[in-house]
């Protein structure tokens, strides 16, 4: 996108390789907003080279404070700065304790190149449908801190941010500056799921997490995130509320696909008809329930 002064305003891209105008404008949150701010460039560079070789760019990797992830205690939460990328993530001996399985999942996450440039923030502001990193935070229950030109700051909820296809809750002059999640106990389930045309270095098909908080074999807390399924990266609200005061099992499984169906809207195309969407995203509602319940006979779920 462009500010009003034709200069392009500030970009983010993603570990998909997108990237997202976060519509900028110059202010002492942002220095050098003048300038084009580029920050991994995965995609931006390919789509729009031409035009950025004409001009001087600022990268945000030359701003450490933007980068970074901190466990604050005492609010039960887990900061990541706005520039943090998909590598910094699989680096951190704190993501990986909370998240034992993270690399795992990151693996899934286009190219280790990649990886090493396109950020968090990118990845939610692209706004694409099935987002690899934006599916994972939205089970983790992740917000996000928008900063206006007057450096005023807001918090919203990632699940809030997504309007529409491409659309976003944010103002022109906002830029996102953090991410936020409350951190995941020992004894809590996360799970990341993902089918692509190939197995690496690919976009979904469909993709889904989720986490759940279970005590005495009930669950009592649970969040189901999808990507592919309908406009833009979902929060099964709806499937979630349905998994509260039930038990672990495979009649709860059953039960949460038949909502987690009505919650969602997928279209054919490329990557696959709208039943195939829909198939692929019950079997792997069904891979989250095995990989937290093993025990669980698949024959109960078909």
Same mark, same amino acid.
């Given at each position: 996108?462009?500010?009003?002064n034709g200069?392009?305003?500030p970009?983010s891209t993603?570990?998909n390789?997108?990237?997202?105008?976060?519509?900028?404008?110059?202010?002492?949150p942002f220095p050098?907003?003048s300038h084009p701010?580029l920050?991994?460039?995965t995609d931006?560079l390919?789509q729009r080279?031409?035009?950025l070789?004409?001009q001087?760019?600022?990268?945000?990797?030359?701003?450490?404070?933007r980068?970074?992830?901190?466990h604050?205690?005492g609010?039960g939460?887990v900061v990541l700065?706005? !520039?943090?990328?998909a590598?910094q %993530?699989l *680096?951190?001996e /704190?993501m990986?304790?909370? &998240?034992?399985r993270? #690399?795992?999942?990151l693996?899934?996450?286009?190219s280790?190149?990649?990886r090493?440039?396109?950020?968090?923030?990118?990845?939610?502001?692209?706004a694409?449908?099935?987002?690899?990193?934006?599916?994972?935070f939205?089970?983790?229950g992740?917000?996000?801190?928008?900063?206006d030109a007057s450096g !005023?700051t807001r918090t919203v909820? %990632?699940? *809030?941010?997504? /309007?529409g296809?491409?659309k &976003?809750?944010?103002? #022109?002059d906002?830029q996102?500056?953090?991410i936020s999640?409350?951190?995941p106990?020992?004894d809590?389930f996360f799970?990341?799921e993902?089918?692509?045309?190939?197995?690496?270095l690919?976009?979904?098909?469909?993709?889904?997490?989720?986490w759940l908080?279970?005590?005495?074999g009930?669950i009592?807390a649970a969040?189901l995130?999808?990507g592919?399924v309908?406009?833009?990266p979902?929060?099964?609200?709806?499937?979630g509320?349905?998994l509260l005061g039930?038990?672990?099992n495979?009649?709860?499984?059953?039960g949460a696909?038949?909502?987690?169906?009505?919650?969602?809207s997928?279209?054919?195309?490329?990557?696959?008809?709208?039943?195939y969407?829909r198939?692929?995203l019950?079997q792997?509602?069904?891979?989250?329930?095995l990989?937290f319940?093993?025990e669980l006979k698949l024959?109960e779920l078909?």
């Amino acid at each position: 996108g462009n500010t009003g002064n034709g200069l392009v305003a500030p970009i983010s891209t993603s570990p998909n390789g997108h990237f997202q105008s976060q519509n900028g404008h110059d202010s002492n949150p942002f220095p050098h907003a003048s300038h084009p701010l580029l920050s991994g460039g995965t995609d931006l560079l390919v789509q729009r080279l031409d035009e950025l070789r004409e001009q001087p760019v600022r990268l945000l990797f030359d701003q450490s404070g933007r980068r970074g992830i901190r466990h604050e205690a005492g609010a039960g939460r887990v900061v990541l700065g706005a !520039a943090t990328t998909a590598s910094q %993530l699989l *680096e951190s001996e /704190l993501m990986r304790r909370l &998240l034992p399985r993270l #690399p795992d999942y990151l693996k899934l996450v286009s190219s280790t190149p990649i990886r090493n440039m396109g950020t968090v923030a990118g990845n939610f502001v692209n706004a694409s449908p099935i987002g690899d990193l934006t599916i994972m935070f939205l089970a983790l229950g992740a917000s996000v801190t928008l900063a206006d030109a007057s450096g !005023a700051t807001r918090t919203v909820p %990632l699940a *809030e941010l997504y /309007l529409g296809y491409k659309k &976003l809750a944010k103002a #022109p002059d906002e830029q996102v500056t953090e991410i936020s999640f409350p951190a995941p106990r020992s004894d809590d389930f996360f799970n990341f799921e993902k089918v692509s045309k190939r197995t690496h270095l690919d976009i979904a098909s469909v993709n889904t997490a989720a986490w759940l908080r279970v005590e005495n074999g009930v669950i009592t807390a649970a969040r189901l995130s999808a990507g592919g399924v309908g406009p833009v990266p979902l929060l099964l609200r709806r499937t979630g509320e349905y998994l509260l005061g039930r038990e672990l099992n495979a009649e709860t499984v059953a039960g949460a696909n038949e909502v987690m169906q009505e919650e969602i809207s997928p279209i054919g195309d490329v990557r696959g008809t709208a039943a195939y969407k829909r198939l692929l995203l019950r079997q792997l509602l069904f891979a989250h329930f095995l990989r937290f319940v093993p025990e669980l006979k698949l024959v109960e779920l078909i």
